[in-house]
């Protein structure tokens, strides 16, 4: 395994820029998340990392070597698709062995070892002698991961890998990803339009937007201290409730200096006890979601109903068109610029 660096990466395709000064370093054995809204270039960025893609600016390198104009199969990246791409028409063991025998410089022998290493680490043992059409999507995703594993790459990839299974197998392929990570000690970036996989898998989480990095960090921190509204509002589910510091000032009482937006998490907002100050808002529709509720409060100068997360049980759960107060621990309000930066 090595450390992966990108230096000022960019790509453009004719005049239009999709990627721009990407500088990310991804240490030795790192589990390395990136995030972003559809289109922001985080796909353009693996592929640049695998060599699928030509570089326009910047630099790629694993561990001290320098990368960039590699051919592929000389990096010692392995990529693994939302899409599985197997090869319907040979059997497990051979769709995991079949790029090494390509590559055609290991022994017969240490290709057979390598597969039963990676089918027996993803719990494939059983299933080597079967056709993907006799295969779950979770086994298919698994048969795809093991290809990746027998390469024993430097560096893995991972595009949104799990996207195309299930709730029920998403969960389950996310522990052992979980746990091969650990097994393996494997230098990982990996991408994902899932809050959940973002926030649990990750050692660091990259946000992208319009092809740039907005912040990295440690998932927890990113959540708690993000640098700006758009991280704020992107990690979340659902999302931060976003009021402008006029509206915002009964909630919590004084706002930072400076303060011109509030974000509040909708697990933060409460009902004020009676007769005790808070933000006016009138119940407009409950969610009950089993273990918690959703409650939409409409408030006076807001376009939108702040979204209110409780764990109350069921037969306390307030009815829509009820008038209450809403507040927020001050320590729990997050404060915004005029340019969106974080106060504080
Ligand atoms: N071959 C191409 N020619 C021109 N533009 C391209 C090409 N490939 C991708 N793009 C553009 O580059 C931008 C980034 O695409 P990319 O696939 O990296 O986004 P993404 O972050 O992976 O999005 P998603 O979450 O939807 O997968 C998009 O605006 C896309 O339209
Ligand atoms: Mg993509």
């Excluded at 972003?36 to 640049?48: A, D, E, N, V």
């Excluded at 093991?146 to 299974?165: M, Q």
């Excluded at 996310?174 to 996989?197: N, S």
């Excluded at 509204?229 to 009482?253: D, E």
């Amino acid at each position: 395994m090595a450390a992966l660096t990108l230096q000022g990466l960019g790509k453009r395709y004719g005049a239009a820029s999709v990627v721009q000064g990407i500088d990310l370093r991804v240490a030795d054995g790192e589990f390395m998340v990136l995030v972003g809204p559809s289109g922001c270039g985080k796909s353009t960025t693996l592929r640049m990392v695998a060599g699928l893609e030509d570089v326009s600016e910047g630099r790629i390198l694993i561990g001290s070597d320098d990368v960039t104009h590699q051919a592929p199969a000389e990096r010692g990246v392995a990529m693994v698709f939302q899409s599985y791409a197997l090869y319907p028409h040979m059997t497990v063991a051979q769709n995991m062995g079949f790029g090494l025998k390509m590559a055609g410089q290991l022994p017969k022998a240490e290709v057979q070892a390598r597969v039963q290493r990676a089918a027996a680490s993803l719990q494939l043992e059983a299933l080597l002698e079967r056709r993907p059409a006799q295969l779950s999507g979770g086994q298919r995703q698994r048969v795809a991961i093991g290809r990746a594993i027998v390469r024993e790459p430097r560096v893995f990839l991972f595009d949104e890998p799990l996207s195309n299974l299930d709730a029920a197998l998403r969960t389950q392929m996310r522990a052992e990803l979980a746990a091969l990570h650990q097994r393996l000690g494997a230098t990982i970036v990996y991408v994902t339009h899932d809050q959940v996989e973002a926030m649990t898998l990750g050692d660091r989480i990259a946000v992208f937007n319009a092809g740039c990095i907005e912040q990295v960090g440690a998932p927890m921190a990113l959540y708690e201290q993000p640098a700006n509204r758009f991280v704020a509002g992107f990690l979340g589910s659902p999302r931060m409730n976003f009021l402008p510091a006029a509206v915002a000032a009964p909630l919590a009482g004084r706002l930072a200096e400076g303060t011109t937006e509030v974000g509040v998490r909708p697990e933060h907002l409460q009902l004020a006890p009676d007769g005790a100050p808070g933000l006016p808002a009138s119940l407009m529709r409950v969610e009950n979601l089993g273990d918690l509720a959703l409650l939409h409060w409409q408030v006076a100068g807001l376009p939108e109903a702040l979204v209110h997360k409780t764990g109350l049980a069921p037969a306390s759960l307030p009815v829509p068109g009820v008038q209450a107060r809403l507040r927020c621990d001050p320590a729990r309000l997050v404060c915004f610029d005029a340019r969106g930066h974080r106060l504080g």
